[in-house]
């Protein structure tokens, strides 16, 4: 079976609390898992479904969402480490990509489309 990349240990050392499991018998991948914690004053809940490549992400400051992203067959999730930071590639197709880091500050980057922000804004700034 095709699966995410991402593994369920990655997955607790990045958010750092257990999940909640919607069958406590069925194991990873095949299960769905969901996560849910508090970081900074930032309610974040992330669900998983590694087997069938679903997956919901949603942060929430004081009872207001601020961001949401609910996929269907997405195209991959893979965790990195560098130094002291971890963070999530939700690759969510072959051209659009989410990056989302919880520590050392919770960030949220997204990348849709043919072109990246780099090549976007070395173009902006090229115009007379």
Same mark, same amino acid.
């Given at each position: 079976?095709?699966c995410?990349?991402?593994?369920?240990?990655?997955?607790?050392?990045f958010f750092?609390?257990e999940?909640?499991?919607?069958?406590?018998?069925?194991?990873?991948?095949y299960?769905?898992? @969901?996560? &849910?914690?508090? *970081?900074?004053?930032y309610?974040?809940?992330f669900r998983?479904?590694?087997?069938?490549k %679903?997956?919901s992400?949603s942060?929430?400051?004081?009872g @207001?969402e &601020?961001?949401s *992203?609910r996929?269907v067959s997405?195209?991959d999730?893979?965790?990195?480490?560098?130094? %002291?930071r971890e963070?999530?590639?939700?690759?969510?197709s072959?051209?659009d990509?989410?990056?989302?880091?919880?520590?050392?500050?919770?960030l949220?980057?997204?990348?849709?489309?043919e072109?990246?922000i780099?090549?976007?804004?070395?173009?902006?700034?090229?115009?007379p």
């Amino acid at each position: 079976m095709n699966c995410v990349t991402v593994e369920e240990l990655e997955l607790l050392s990045f958010f750092g609390v257990e999940p909640a499991r919607v069958d406590q018998d069925i194991p990873w991948p095949y299960n769905d898992f @969901s996560y &849910l914690l508090e *970081v900074g004053g930032y309610t974040v809940s992330f669900r998983i479904a590694p087997a069938y490549k %679903d997956l919901s992400l949603s942060v929430a400051h004081n009872g @207001s969402e &601020l961001y949401s *992203v609910r996929s269907v067959s997405i195209k991959d999730v893979r965790y990195h480490r560098d130094a %002291d930071r971890e963070t999530l590639e939700i690759a969510v197709s072959d051209r659009d990509t989410i990056w989302f880091r919880l520590r050392p500050s919770l960030l949220i980057t997204q990348e849709a489309g043919e072109c990246s922000i780099p090549s976007m804004a070395s173009s902006l700034t090229s115009i007379p």
